[in-house]
């Protein structure tokens, strides 16, 4: 079922979601502030853009051209959708395609940066899988895994680029190998922790095409507070202000 709400509170942003697909959620928010942007980057890509809640986040940071590519039709829809809705279309360009396709007729050596919230799920008979394939896609490794997102980051990424994605700590260490056979050096990891006292549940990792090597763990970041609300260092993310 379709059905628009704001995304979340950033000012003036507007999403169609559809309860049958997957919809955004804190990740989406996470990793487009995490993501390192400077002036010189011009041009973004988003692998697996879903109904696009990371190119209009970061269109508060930024404005580069944003490229949102997404295998699903049902979903590229909904991003052409949002993107129209939110008056960006001459910001971001949102391409029905398979990534593992796409990059194959794109040139090297194109994007400044490269952003992916991808499957977290390895694709295994015993995983438990949802009923709409949509979500399966989104959650599971079926169409796109973590050697595709650095294989393809090692040819569009330029030289120095960079590539941020969100992932599950525990497979870090995986992740750690991927990029540094594709040429990508591990530059910046934040772990993210629902409640204090808790085990991380989320992972931030940033690298650098042909980068130094050198990396910085940024201090943890805690999702919520004891009662449940939002801690004040997520509600800076969302462009809210405490107490408000």
């Known amino acids: 079922m379709e059905k628009l709400n ?9 999403v169609y979601q559809n309860s049958e697909m997957f919809e955004f959620s ?9 993501v390192t942007i400077n002036k010189k980057c011009k041009k973004i890509l988003d692998i697996g853009t879903g109904n696009a809640p990371i190119p209009l986040i ?8 944003i490229i949102g590519v997404e295998i699903q039709k049902k979903s590229y829809e909904l991003a052409k959708k ?5 008056h960006l279309t001459n910001q971001i360009t949102i391409l029905h395609d398979n990534i593992k396709e796409y990059y194959k007729k794109e040139e090297s050596d194109t994007f400044d940066t490269i952003i992916c919230n ?5 694709n295994i008979e015993s995983s438990r899988k949802n009923k709409f394939d949509e979500k399966t896609i989104a959650r599971h490794e079926v169409s796109l895994n973590i050697n595709d997102i650095f294989m393809i980051s090692k040819k569009l990424l330029k030289n120095n680029g960079n590539i941020a994605i969100v992932h599950r700590p525990e ?6 190998s991927v990029m540094r056979e594709n040429n990508i ?10 409640f204090k006292e808790k085990e991380a549940n989320v992972l931030l990792i940033e690298g650098t095409k042909n980068g130094k090597p050198g990396v910085k ?14 801690t004040d260092d997520i509600l800076k993310i969302f462009g809210k202000e405490e107490n408000n």
Do not use: C, M, W
């Open 217 to 230: 763990i940024l201090p943890p970041l805690y999702t919520h507070n004891q009662d449940g609300s939002y």
């Open 82 to 86: 949002n993107i129209e809705l939110n």
């Open 185 to 194: 050096e591990p530059k910046k990891i934040r772990f993210v922790y629902p």
């Open 118 to 122: 991808p499957p977290f799920f390895k």
């Open 26 to 34: 804190l990740d989406s928010v996470l990793l487009p502030n995490f």
């Open 6 to 14: 704001d995304l979340l509170y950033f000012k003036n942003l507007k």
């Open 58 to 65: 970061l269109t508060t940071r930024t404005d580069a051209k």
């Open 171 to 176: 497979r870090l260490i995986e992740i750690l």
